[in-house]
């Protein structure tokens, strides 16, 4: 970490203070964070206050491969070979286990209350994001404090598997009545509810590799094809009940897939909400674009970076920043410099975050950086 040399955007306030926290993924809601690293999670509070206070999860038996939170900053969501795991942000408690896809879930986004995973089998799965007052996590157990954290037996157990058939195993219902499953009833845990997927209409030849909801309307999913998928979101999910007869018919209006953007020549690795109706992503071939929902045009691209772009940020002001394997990060405004503002990191940058106080969070050679 001494090894780390920095040029601070003097003009912008920009100054980097690295922090005793390791990661390689990092999340952002409001003034929270979450960074993953190999098996572990830790839910950070807000920087500039005087004790942080985080939460650590360290129940993951493979590495986190992707992690977010819901809009409202109460869910922490993560994503790995099994499924996606939901934890409870105030303090660190496992609530759900999202099941039932194929593949490793490597991207995650939120709309409202469904959540999206983007999955190495090319395709995107939708869960519903589980009820925290019937789970009882608005009043924690006594004893579970934002420092600690246990498996509890008594966890109350809400399951969106409708029914046990002969030989052990579930059976769940999509929001049209279209039955599913059956799944092997191993992926059971007394501690944890579980859900099962339903799936959008296949687009990708290659894993998803990163998620993003624009303005609560549009789903963009980029690709290890080299494509960005663009869906305008509806009704996906499963419901936690069976419909009642008179509706096993009535079907939801699902998302409909609107178009694919095949501009960058390399795989898609990351996507960012941008202006209203944009999205900004960031490619392996090394350049930073940002696009129009509506009419699927490109509206700018930045080149500057000399190695593949692994994430994006976009702060409130419209101004986007881009960290690369090449050792940078870049700041990227309509005005700005052709090649972008660089901030030099000395190291590998994996991810970054932005919070709403406009803190730049970034996880450069596992350490966690804060401009």
């Not at 993951?60 to 922490?76: K, L, M, Q, R, Y």
């Not at 609560?216 to 999910?237: K, N």
């Not at 499963?238 to 509706?247: A, N």
């Amino acid at each position: 970490r001494e090894e780390l040399r920095w040029s601070a955007y003097a003009t912008r306030g920009l100054h980097p203070v690295v922090t005793r926290h390791e990661a390689s993924l990092l999340a952002a809601c409001g003034r929270q964070v979450c960074a993953g690293f190999f098996s572990t999670v830790k839910l950070l509070g807000n920087w500039s206050s005087s004790v942080p206070l985080p939460v650590e999860i360290e129940d993951h038996s493979i590495f986190v491969e992707a992690v977010a939170f819901d809009p409202t900053g109460e869910w922490v969501f993560t994503g790995d070979t099994h499924g996606v795991r939901a934890w409870w942000a105030a303090d660190g408690r496992e609530a759900a286990r999202l099941i039932g896809h194929v593949g490793m879930i490597a991207a995650i986004g939120v709309s409202g209350t469904t959540l999206y995973g983007g999955s190495s089998n090319g395709r995107i799965y939708a869960w519903p994001i589980p009820d925290a007052d019937r789970l009882g996590l608005h009043d924690p157990p006594e004893g579970v404090g934002p420092r600690e954290r246990e498996v509890l037996e008594d966890m109350p157990v809400l399951t969106n598997v409708d029914e046990w058939d002969g030989d052990q195993n579930l059976k769940g219902w999509a929001a049209g009545g279209d039955e599913l499953g059956p799944f092997p009833a191993d992926v059971a845990s007394p501690c944890a509810t579980h859900s099962l997927p339903t799936a959008l209409e296949e687009q990708h030849t290659d894993a998803v590799r990163a998620l993003a909801v624009v303005d609560g309307t549009w789903l963009c999913a980029g690709s290890d094809d080299t494509t960005i998928s663009v869906w305008q979101l509806g009704e996906d999910c499963l419901s936690y009940t069976p419909p009642p007869p008179e509706e096993l018919h009535t079907r939801r209006r699902p998302s409909q897939h609107l178009r694919t953007l095949t501009e960058h020549r390399g795989s898609v690795t990351t996507l960012a909400a941008g202006r209203p109706g944009q999205v900004v992503s960031g490619s392996q071939d090394r350049t930073v674009r940002v696009w129009c929902l509506l009419s699927g045009a490109q509206l700018r691209h930045f080149q500057g970076h000399t190695q593949p772009v692994h994430c994006v940020a976009v702060r409130g002001d419209g101004a986007i920043f881009s960290g690369s394997a090449d050792a940078t990060i870049r700041l990227w405004r309509e005005g700005g410099p052709a090649h972008g503002v660089v901030l030099h990191a000395g190291a590998y940058v994996s991810s970054l975050a932005l919070t709403d106080d406009g803190t730049l969070y970034s996880a450069i050679m596992c350490a966690i950086v804060v401009w």
